[in-house]
């Protein structure tokens, strides 16, 4: 069965501090997709990253990184030096052969000032 | 225009009222989407549709309707609903895989949908 956890329901720090999104995936396929989305208070979706199964070299974007874990399947992402423009719900998902994206319940994140 | 658009980005409608969402993609994709997002629940996906046919339908009601007339359009017709229909209704595009699947799927900034 496919399936998405992000546990934290919502985080909340302070601006400049490091914050780790969490996301531990279930799947049975050995080629698979995870994303990750951000969703500002606006609601448009907007694309992060996209890793394969194959690839399992962390990434770093700016201040964004994600470290994919085969072995624990998880797939975090942090944020360094956090400013208040990331506050927005994250959204890890899945998609393997199909269409289909699974999309876990999303992270909430409050930067406040 | 660039990206995804979606109209209306707000839509209040009540129980016996017809009303079509709108979305346009201009990335050169061949697959879309429709989601709904509801505030308890997991985005959840509604139809697809690749190279203009339908590949997935995820057991929606027939109160929602799809139309893809070609692929950078998509509607979702909208008839007799229920107000726990009231949801964020976002749509996508893609490429289709090679293979099966999508690559990527980009997001328009989603239709607020009230019913009353």
């Known amino acids: 069965a496919q399936k998405v956890t992000q546990a934290q329901t919502e985080i909340s720090v302070v601006e400049k501090e490091d914050v780790t999104l969490d996301c531990v995936y279930e799947?049975?396929?050995?080629?698979?997709?995870l994303f990750w989305y951000k969703q500002p208070p606006s609601g448009e979706l907007v694309f992060l990253i996209r890793?394969?199964?194959?690839?399992?070299q962390n990434e770093i974007s700016g201040r964004y990184s994600w470290n994919f874990q085969k072995s624990t399947s998880s797939f975090n992402f942090t944020i360094t030096a956090s400013q208040v423009v990331d506050s927005a719900v994250y959204f890890c998902a899945l998609s393997e052969s199909s269409y289909k994206l699974i999309f876990g319940s999303g992270t909430r994140l409050l930067v406040r000032p | 225009e660039t990206g995804v658009t979606q109209t209306p980005r707000h839509l209040v409608m009540g129980m016996t009222n017809k009303k079509s969402l709108k979305c346009e993609q201009h990335?050169?994709?061949?697959?879309m989407y429709w989601y709904k997002q509801s505030a308890k629940k997991p985005l959840e996906l509604m139809f697809v549709y690749s190279l203009e046919e339908r590949v997935e339908n995820n057991s929606v009601p027939s109160r929602f309707s799809p139309e893809c007339p070609n692929s950078s359009h998509l509607f979702l017709h909208l008839h007799t609903l229920q107000p726990e229909d009231s949801a964020l209704y976002l749509c996508?595009?893609?490429?289709?895989?090679?293979?099966?699947?999508?690559?990527?799927?980009?997001f328009g900034p989603g239709t607020r949908l009230l019913v009353l």
């Open positions: 890793r394969n199964s194959f690839d399992e």
């Open positions: 996508a595009s893609s490429q289709a895989r090679t293979g099966g699947g999508s690559e990527t799927q980009y």
């Open positions: 990335l050169g994709h061949n697959a």
């Open positions: 799947t049975r396929d050995t080629t698979y997709y």
